[in-house]
């Protein structure tokens, strides 16, 4: 037997409520998917920077040991 209880008020509530998540579920998940494609983005970056030859980091005029830093971070490391 399956007891059905409604705990809106005025049998809007219930409704708004349901709306209110799913819209509180789509906020969340938008931040969500937009901090996993900016990881993605530097993980990307972070590898390509990792094969640049040694002729290639020369001519960058940036420090070895500043890319072999930046290189080696996780993807949520800024």
């Known amino acids: 037997m399956t007891i059905m209880r409604d705990w809106s008020i005025d049998g809007r509530a219930a409704s708004v409520g349901a709306r209110r998540a799913v819209e509180t ?35 960058s005029g940036v420090p070895t040991d500043v890319i072999s830093r930046e290189a080696h971070k996780w993807p949520w490391q800024e």
């Open 25 to 59: 579920f789509r906020n969340i998940s938008g931040v969500v998917i937009r901090v996993l494609e900016l990881w993605r983005e530097r993980h990307r970056q972070r590898r390509e920077l990792s094969f640049l030859c040694a002729r290639d980091l020369r001519d």
